[in-house]
C-alpha cells in the first residue's frame, strides 16, 4: 500500500536569513547574501574571493557540551534547523521521535572540512597522533549530519544518509518521502547542510568555474545570463519533516504542502558534465510518477548554478519538457550555490512561495544566454500566481540528478 506524504515542518539557516520572514523580504527585494571572503586571499593561485555565509547562528544556551561535542559547524548547523523544523511541526519533545516511528533522511557533501584539515595536517604532514581527539572524525565523516541529529533527538528509526554533493538535500527529502510512502516510517527527518569553507571553493575554481566578480560580490552569481562567470559557494541547512498523511490529519498537525513524486536518475556518461538528456528523464519521470503532465506544473525551480555548461544543458532540458509555457527561476542568484543544503532550502523556499502565490525572480539575469533555451524565465519582478503543483530540481557531480513536485495542500 502506497501512502499520501506531506510536509508538517520547515525551517532553515540560509545566506539570506535564518528563518521564512527574513528569506522572503530577500527575495522580495532582490537582495543579494553573497559578500567578499577577504581571507581567502591567502590561498595561492584561488581566483574567487566570494561566499555566501549564513550569518546569525549561534549555538543555543539549551544545548549541553555533550551533545554538541561531536559536531562541526555543517551539524551544528543541521541540528539547528531540525530543531526548528520539529518545533514547527508540533513534534519537539514528542515522544514518537523516539520510539522507532520517526527516522532521517539527511546529508552533506562531506562533513566539517576543518577538521578533515586537522586531521590530515596531524596525521599526514606531522607523522604523530598527537591531539587526534576521537571526536574529530565523528565531526567529519561524510554521515556526519544524520549520526549527530540521531545522538541529538533520540530517533530510533532508520537512518539514511546522503552524501551526493549538489543532490545530497534533495535526495535525502527524496528518499525519506519514499520511507514514509511505501510505509517504513510514519515521520522522517529529511534534508541536508553545508559548511562554507574555501575547500569548497576551491573544487570550482581548478575547473575555472568560479565568479571572479570580486569588487562587486552583490552583483553576481548571475545564473542563465550571456554575462555569467560562474558560480559562488554558499552554505546553509535546510530540514523538512515529512509524514504519512493520516498520521498527521490524526494529531491536527499543520500542513505546508504534500509531496507527490520524487525521482532520480544518473547520467552514466561523465564525472563533471552534465547530461541534458539525463536531466530531462528525471524531469519526465518524476511527472510520470505523479501522473502529471508539464501543463500541470505552475513553477519550475530550476538548478540554475551559473556556470556555462550547466546552464545551458540545464535550460535545455527544461525547454524539452515544458516548452516556454512554466515559469522557471533559480534561488542560486540570491544566495549562492549552498551545495548539500542547496535542495532541502530551495525546496523549503519554492513551498513557502507555493503557498504566499507568489515566485521570485533569478537575481541578475538581465540577458538571457540564447544558448539557454526558450524557458518562461522569470526575471526583474516577482512574478504573482497560483500554482497548484511546482517542481524543484537538483543535479550534482557523477551525473546524478533529482526532480521532487509539491502540491498545494487542501483540507
Not at 520572514?21 to 527585494?29: F, H, N, P, Q
Not at 559536531?71 to 530543531?83: D, I, N
Not at 515544458?322 to 534561488?331: A, D, K, L, Q, R
Request: aromatic share 6%; charged share 20%.
Amino acid at each position: 500500500m502506497k501512502h499520501r506524504v506531506v510536509i508538517t515542518g520547515m525551517a532553515g539557516l540560509s545566506p539570506l536569513g535564518n528563518n521564512w520572514e527574513a528569506v522572503s523580504k530577500c527575495l522580495l527585494a532582490g537582495t543579494s547574501g553573497i559578500e567578499a571572503m577577504p581571507e581567502w586571499a591567502e590561498v595561492e593561485g584561488l581566483q574567487t574571493r566570494l561566499g555566501g555565509p549564513v550569518h546569525g547562528f549561534e549555538i543555543p544556551d539549551h544545548w549541553t557540551r555533550k551533545k554538541t561535542r561531536t559536531m562541526g559547524r555543517v551539524s551544528l548547523l543541521a541540528t539547528r534547523a531540525t530543531e526548528m523544523a520539529l518545533e514547527d511541526a508540533g513534534l519537539l519533545g514528542s515522544p514518537e521521535i523516539s520510539d522507532g516511528s520517526t527516522g532521517i533522511s539527511h546529508g552533506s557533501t562531506s562533513g566539517s572540512p576543518p577538521m578533515i584539515g586537522e586531521y590530515s595536517l596531524r596525521l599526514m604532514q606531522h607523522r604523530s597522533m598527537k591531539g587526534l581527539a576521537p571526536a574529530l572524525y565523528i565531526q567529519f565523516m561524510s554521515h556526519t549530519t544524520a549520526a549527530n541529529m540521531a545522538q541529538f533527538f533520540g530517533v530510533r528509526g532508520r537512518i539514511i544518509t546522503t552524501c551526493s554533493a549538489c543532490t545530497s538535500g534533495s535526495q535525502g527529502i527524496g528518499f525519506g518521502y519514499d520511507a514514509v510512502r511505501f510505509g517504513q516510517q510514519k515521520i522522517m527527518i529529511t534534508g541536508g547542510a553545508e559548511e562554507l569553507h574555501v575547500a569548497g571553493s576551491a573544487v570550482f575554481d581548478v575547473m575555472y568555474a568560479t565568479s571572479t566578480r570580486n569588487d562587486t560580490p552583490t552583483e553576481t552569481p548571475r545564473p542563465f545570463d550571456e554575462s555569467r562567470d560562474g558560480l559562488v559557494i554558499g552554505e546553509g541547512a535546510g530540514t523538512l519533516i515529512v509524514e504519512e498523511l493520516q498520521h498527521a490529519l490524526a494529531r491536527q498537525a499543520h500542513i505546508h504542502a504534500e509531496i507527490v513524486s520524487y525521482a532520480t536518475n544518473c547520467d552514466g556518461s561523465h564525472m563533471v558534465n552534465p547530461s541534458s538528456e539525463g536531466m530531462e528523464a528525471v524531469m519526465r519521470q518524476a511527472l510520470d510518477g505523479a501522473g502529471l503532465s508539464p501543463a500541470d506544473i505552475g513553477y519550475v525551480n530550476a538548478h540554475g548554478t551559473a556556470t556555462e555548461v550547466g546552464d545551458i544543458a540545464e535550460s535545455q532540458a527544461t525547454a524539452r519538457v515544458f516548452g516556454n509555457n512554466t515559469p522557471t527561476s533559480t534561488i542560486k542568484g540570491h544566495m549562492g550555490h549552498t551545495l548539500g543544503a542547496a535542495g532541502a532550502l530551495e525546496a523549503w523556499m519554492t513551498v513557502c512561495m507555493m503557498r504566499e502565490r507568489w515566485f521570485c525572480p533569478t537575481l541578475h539575469l538581465k540577458r538571457v544566454d540564447e544558448r539557454c533555451g526558450e524557458l518562461d524565465y522569470i526575471r526583474g519582478e516577482v512574478r504573482k500566481t497560483h500554482a497548484e503543483y511546482v517542481m524543484s530540481n537538483n543535479f550534482a557531480f557523477g551525473g546524478i540528478n533529482t526532480s521532487l513536485i509539491f502540491r498545494k495542500f487542501e483540507r
